[in-house]
């Protein structure tokens, strides 16, 4: 696909004189407190609407739902089934294309109150006329800072970056904008919920594997973050983590074959700070879950998952397929291959990741 780098309209030159230029803070990449759930567009895993509600604090936890990237004939109803697919009962929809009334306490004080945002997809320029620089921005940030989560696809996952990539806003002729202009002046900013970085989405779906290449070019400080369809990151200070499929990292450097970006799959994690791949520990097993029912532990503190899968040796490749109950969550949407070692008669203990953290750790298995 042929991506041209910009134009500008009028509409796009009043906002490049009303929102400021790209300024990158130092710190922690991420939320030091909170987190932020990244996706690619297209359908939702269970993973990552398990991971939302957990980090938000559970099915109880009260959440805002902001559909405004949508044009206006494909907002109503939108929240709520978004609430019914999250299985959530707490929800406010804010939505407006007024800044005057995104600034209004009346208007941001359900931010005030919940630990989960949702932002949809659509078109991310919408999102900057609406909220940039806004009590809208602020008061998420603020839900951060007391460690809520921000869950956001498609558009909603490029806003979150501080570049922002397909920008360029609607105008008489063409109402959406136009989405394969990657450098657009005048909405080139994001809300900054992850630092020095540009998100694009929709990855593979579209072929837009090295549509971030002249974005890093032209910007080497950013982190270049492109996400699969349905794959999704996850994000808490400096850590980074995939699942449900793959991420591609535009880190200014020349990769094998001479690539401008590599591959991060599911399960592996990336150091923010260090921009490095977090090495996987090497143990003896591996499980490739097949199928995965989970279920809560008594009293709700984490889930229980039973199902099939394939049990395989490291060194040797021999391989067999088990029935499995684990007590923590997996998920076999992915190619989800969990580290494992021998831990007695039928008993492994794998390494895998709660819902509600980054923290790899292990959990006992029996088969």
Known sequence: MKVRVYTISLLGVATLLSHPKPSFAQGSAGPAKGWLVIHGGGNLTNEVKERVVALAGGAGARFVMIPTALPDGQIAGRSANFAKLLEIRNYTELHTRDRDRANSDAFVDPLRHASGVW???????????????????REIKALLDRGGVVFGSSAGASIQAS?????????ASNPDGDNTIMMAPGYEVGFGFLRNSAIDQHVDARGRETDLDPVISA?????????DQSAAIIVHDDSLFVVGGQVGIHDGKKHV???????????QSY???????????KLPLSLTVATASRSPKEGGAGFTTVG??????????ESERIEYQCDVALYSIGNNAYPARPDGPHKIRILAREVN????SEHICSY
């Open 357 to 360: 953290t980054d923290k790899l």
């Open 257 to 267: 074959g001479g690539g401008t970006y590599f591959l991060l799959s599911s399960r």
């Open 219 to 227: 910007h080497p400080d950013l982190l270049g973050i492109g996400i």
């Open 308 to 317: 099939r899968g394939v049990l395989q040796s490291q060194e040797n490749s």
């Open 119 to 137: 932002i949809d997809g659509g078109r991310q320029w919408r999102l900057v006329n609406a909220y940039l620089g806004t009590a809208v921005e």
């Open 271 to 281: 150091n923010l700070k260090n921009r490095a791949t977090e090495p996987q520990e």
């Open 163 to 171: 570049f922002l990539v397909r920008g360029s806003p609607g105008t």
